[in-house]
């Protein structure tokens, strides 16, 4: 059967526009085929597109509804060919994605929430995408947002350091090293011992989240008599003890100075958090850590 814009199997070059319902003598409507020639048949088309277009001018709502209505009958349909179109059309759908968020940017802002929410993995992984093919624009960018919302990065900053104990971890490594630096007690550390240094500190946040009680990371031949701001001579202690301790080394402070860290069993293995697995002289830390409630 024959569709729109089909040519006349005659070879006369006519094209069907449509159909038509035309009387016969006996009575009855009889359908018959629209072949009309290509100059008329464009003219024809431009007629019609002309016309419906006005007709949904003056009838929004009712073609809206009637839009509704088939995405609703036939999503997969609808999805199909709006990326086709969008696949056709790349620049006008940029165009009109522009358009319609500068319209109403609330419902995309919502819509985006949304499919983040549901897609956080996918997400996530578009945006590294993303960012490794535009690492100017996205640095510009998030340095232009920054510039412009201090006290929105400032608070995002600050909470950031409460909530991870990576970054406060971090930080305080940062800050030790400056202040052993200008002691002249700090030296170029390798990759591991890097990191050894920096899972010290993490440690002793992650304890402090746990006990409750604040933990210091201090040296073990302090800074001021010769000590250095390397892994092996770091330990955790409490602050309190930390503070009353001083500059005092650790081998010269009486047997009782320092109290049991009690954790559950499994939580950390305590040796290491002593100077290489080494125990302070008067705890040895062989108590059975309390049952956790």
Request: a positive charge; zero cysteines.
């Amino acid at each position: 059967m024959f569709k729109r814009g089909d040519y006349h199997p005659d070879g006369s070059g006519r094209r069907l526009l449509g159909f038509q319902y035309r009387k016969t003598k006996d009575g009855p409507k009889v359908k018959k085929e629209w072949w009309v020639t290509p100059k008329k048949y464009k003219s024809q088309l431009d007629r019609i597109r002309v016309k419906n277009l006005n007709w949904r001018k003056n009838n929004r709502e009712h073609y809206r509804q009637y839009k509704r209505e088939l995405t609703r009958k036939n999503p997969e349909k609808n999805r199909a060919r709006v990326r086709k179109w969008v696949l056709n059309n790349p620049e006008k759908a940029k165009e009109a994605q522009k358009r319609a968020y500068l319209k109403n940017p609330t419902r995309f802002k919502e819509s985006s929430y949304k499919w983040k929410n549901k897609n956080l993995e996918k997400y996530n992984e578009n945006r590294r995408r993303w960012r490794a093919t535009r690492k100017d624009i996205e640095n510009e960018r998030t340095q232009k947002w920054r510039s412009a919302n201090p006290e929105k990065t400032r608070e995002s900053a600050r909470k950031s350091y409460r909530e991870n104990a990576d970054i406060r971890a971090r930080h305080k490594a940062y800050a030790a090293k400056r202040k052993a630096s200008l002691k002249d007690a700090f030296f170029k550390l390798n990759n591991e011992e890097q990191q050894k240094l920096l899972r010290i500190y993490k440690m002793a946040e992650l304890i402090s989240e746990y006990s409750g009680i604040i933990h210091h990371v201090d040296h073990w031949e302090p800074l001021a008599k010769g000590g250095k701001h390397h892994p092996d001579n770091l330990v955790i202690v409490k602050a309190e003890e930390n503070l009353k301790k001083k500059a005092i080394s650790v081998e010269n402070l009486p047997s009782n100075f320092f109290t049991s860290i009690h954790l559950p069993e499994g939580f950390f293995q305590m040796d290491w958090i002593w100077r290489g697995g080494r125990r302070p002289r008067a705890e040895k830390l062989n108590s059975p850590p309390p049952t956790p409630s």
